[in-house]
């Protein structure tokens, strides 16, 4: 169906029952024909970077530096930002009519049309109104995650489940390099006249120089052990809380490299608290739970990880092998079209989803402090205390391991276990892997 045909369709036929419905449809069919606005961004490549060169950049920042950091994240997030609008207006009809789907293509429409407008950044002043528009713009962009699943989830039936996690895999991974140039101009920003470099935690910008694989794993591992509620099963059953297993970590415990903390401590995290669950779950009867292990081995180019659990295995009715773990499509992971991870995800895309470590371990520590643990607030919990799962933290974390050429692979012993193996690059030196 040509896009003059949609515009004709949801100018006169509106799928929409509010007002708000009606003006976003409205407002969607004029995007269409504005197309000359977007073609001059679309056309270009994006400029990837290098974890090696932002930091060689950043390193010893100046105003000048400042300002030149400032006006390349001007004008290359729209370029990103229209490369996915492009994608997204490439969609079947039935899915770009999806409300959730509506909606981030209005979200990126907006960011994108901000940006364009943004005039060139000259000094200080102008370099802090730019921060001002990229804070405001993060935080409106909370919801896309789960909205982008949700509708996606909602209209698997209607698309391939190669073209879906490929369209998933472009949006969320371009999603992922626009928040690094924001949130990487921010930090060089607030840090300029600092000396972060020397500091006892070295970073420049979000990159932290000598990143401590050791004392990552060992704050995941405190934080999810901190939790003291219970366990919700597959069948919504709460297990009551017996503690929770203990995290050895072995291997080259010096290891540190180069590498942005957050998105490591976001896969660690997910990884983590997936083990705890699945061996709460398998030795529920028992007296003691069996340790989980996490393996540290730094390499001449990479870093690896790998988590070991005694907690069942993966397997399961609705997945034909541990990587569907990571897909979107419901032909590959049934469980994308259960109704509880449905509710999970409309409740989510509401709040927003930031995918990071503090907003879960938040979200349950504000409850414990409430006292409130029969809640059905879907907040609840960091991933193990009962609440509603939305099974985005597999596919995120896969996402991130990638995000720099890296990757993360499951290997399930039935019955037994699983063996989760992370692998990060090193040396700095990989483009950020985002596609046109």
């Not at 990103?80 to 492009?86: L, N, Q, V």
């Not at 699943?149 to 909602?154: A, C, H, P, T």
């Amino acid at each position: 169906m040509s896009w003059q045909a949609y515009c004709f369709l949801t100018k006169n036929y509106p799928r929409a029952t509010s007002p708000g419905d009606v003006r976003r449809s409205a407002t969607s069919a004029l995007h269409f024909y504005r197309n000359r606005q977007l073609d001059p961004y679309a056309s270009k490549d994006a400029y990837r970077l290098s974890l090696r060169q932002l930091v060689f950049f950043g390193r010893h920042m100046n105003e000048e530096r400042l300002i030149k950091s400032a006006n390349y994240v001007r004008t290359e997030l729209p370029v990103r930002i229209a490369h996915r609008i492009r994608d997204l207006q490439a969609l079947p009809y039935v899915i770009v009519t999806q409300p959730e789907v509506a909606k981030v293509y209005e979200l990126y429409w907006s960011a994108f049309d901000k940006f364009r407008r943004f005039p060139e950044i000259n000094n200080l002043s102008d370099n802090w109104k730019f921060c001002d528009l990229l804070e405001t713009l993060l935080d409106e962009h909370a919801p896309v995650i789960p909205n982008l699943s949700l509708g996606l989830s909602l209209c698997s039936p209607h698309i391939p489940p190669d073209s879906l996690d490929a369209f998933m895999r472009r949006m969320l991974i371009s999603r992922i390099s626009r928040r690094v140039l924001a949130e990487h101009h921010l930090a060089l920003s607030k840090s300029l006249g600092r000396d972060s470099v020397n500091s006892e935690d070295p970073h420049v910008g979000i990159i932290f120089t000598g990143l401590d694989v050791k004392r990552s794993v060992d704050k995941c591992a405190y934080l999810l052990r901190s939790c003291s509620q219970g366990i919700e099963d597959d069948n919504g059953e709460v297990i009551p809380n017996k503690g929770w297993p203990e995290v050895v970590v072995e291997g080259q415990l010096n290891a540190r490299f180069a590498y942005i903390r957050e998105h490591l401590e976001y896969i660690l995290f997910e990884l983590l608290k997936n083990a705890m669950r699945a061996t709460g779950l398998k030795h529920r009867h028992d007296t003691t739970l069996p340790p989980i292990f996490a393996t540290i081995v730094a390499g001449k180019d990479d870093v690896s990880i790998r988590i070991t659990d005694q907690g069942g295995g993966l397997y399961s009715n609705g997945i034909q092998s541990p990587s569907d773990l990571f897909s979107f499509s419901h032909i590959r992971n049934a469980t994308r079209m259960d109704d509880n991870r449905i509710g999970a995800l409309r409740s989510a895309s509401s709040r927003g989803v930031k995918a990071t470590v503090a907003e879960q371990v938040g979200g349950w520590q504000a409850m414990e402090e409430k006292g409130d643990r029969n809640t059905k607030d879907p907040e609840r919990g960091a991933g193990i205390a009962p609440h509603q799962r939305m099974g985005l933290g597999l596919p995120m974390s896969n996402i991130f391991a990638t995000y720099f050429g890296g990757s993360l692979q499951l290997v399930s012993l039935d019955g037994w276990g699983t063996d989760a193996y992370l692998q990060l690059p090193k040396l700095g030196t990989n483009l950020e892997g985002i596609e046109v």
